[in-house]
């Protein structure tokens, strides 16, 4: 778990404005028109007039987020922690692919250590991923056997890494459109990755959620430092139209367990001083050391347990389309459908 504190004032230096060159449009709608939205982890957040979307107005730099990625063994770690659990969930999410496209070719933007790619095999896929966090990668190459390439789809590396146009059935992106800095580039790559009738599968935030509308910019699993994109349903679906897909459908995904949800109330109520005196946690940040302070204090404590387990109406919530996951898929046009 990660947090952070609002702000008034963006972060100096690196990222304190777009990058030489960045495109100032909406990516989804190609408006030019933002207005002020919050502040936090010392950046600024804006949203566009014209249709909703929202961004970091002032994302750290590519060397900053590149350098995050590469070296991020935290990264690769938390990955083989969750590698079981998270097996289970790409497996249904590859079942609900496989409504609109036979297994072929699949490539995952972002695989980490492959699990996706382990349960796309499992079904029949031939299965490629491209990763820039390089521990995670060198794991599942080296432990796992999977073909995974150190590459961003961003910058036109691809290219050089054999992922010829039109060679795949599907392309899967596991909570990785919300970190790109040109999302709308990247959709168009994949576009031109797929061949004609194939299917682009993408999961992120739902930032139209529930959670989203009552905790706001205090949300620590949707706005965090790393997301530069903050995705709703109608902007999502307006970014993929734009790029030349056919949207298919979406779902949002909820979980009743949510072990940032006492947090995040505490912070919407501006009460952070009060949890960490019940956590018995001293000073301002959260680190490790706090983090284990919370995690206990959510464990050892009747209420806080059930808060943190059995609370949130998970089921009802994914019915009315307000859970915290957003899945969507899309058709390249051109094919039938």
């Not at 206990?296 to 915290?324: D, I």
Request: overall charge neutral.
């Amino acid at each position: 778990m990660v947090t952070g504190r609002a702000s008034d004032t963006p972060r100096k230096g690196a990222g304190a404005v777009r990058e030489e060159g960045a495109s100032l449009d909406c990516p989804a709608c190609g408006g030019r028109s933002f207005a002020p939205l919050f502040s936090m982890w010392e950046h600024r957040y804006e949203e566009c007039r014209e249709c909703g979307f929202q961004r970091m107005a002032d994302p750290p730099s590519p060397v900053e987020l590149d350098g995050f990625y590469s070296e991020s063994r935290q990264h690769a770690f938390d990955a083989y922690q969750e590698h079981e659990k998270n097996l289970k969930r790409f497996h249904k999410i590859l079942e609900r692919l496989e409504r609109s496209v036979r297994p072929g070719r699949i490539l995952d933007v972002g695989c980490s250590m492959g699990t996706s790619l382990v349960a796309a095999s499992e079904r029949g896929w031939e299965a490629v991923g491209t990763e820039l966090c390089v521990p995670a990668a060198e794991y599942g190459r080296e432990e796992l056997g999977l073909d995974i390439r150190v590459t961003s789809l961003e910058e036109g590396a691809f290219v050089q890494e054999g992922l010829e146009e039109e060679s795949f059935d599907a392309v899967l992106m596991h909570h990785t459109f919300e970190h790109l800095r040109h999302p709308d580039r990247v959709a168009g790559i994949v576009h031109r990755l797929l061949r004609p009738g194939a299917v682009f599968y993408t999961a992120q935030p739902n930032h139209a959620c529930l959670k989203a509308r009552l905790f706001g910019a205090c949300w620590s699993y949707g706005v965090t430092p790393e997301h530069l994109n903050l995705f709703s349903p109608r902007s999502l679906k307006l970014l993929l139209a734009r790029q030349g897909f056919k949207v298919l459908g979406y779902q949002t995904w909820s979980d009743r367990r949510d072990p940032r949800l006492i947090y995040d109330l505490m912070r919407r109520l501006g009460r952070e001083d009060t949890l960490r005196r019940w956590c018995g946690i001293e000073g301002e940040s959260f680190d490790d050391k706090a983090q284990e302070a919370y995690v206990a204090f959510l464990t050892k404590r009747r209420l806080p347990y059930f808060v943190s387990n059995f609370l949130w109406p998970a089921r009802l919530v994914g019915a009315l389309r307000l859970g915290q996951d957003l899945h969507m898929h899309a058709r390249k046009l051109g094919g039938n459908g």
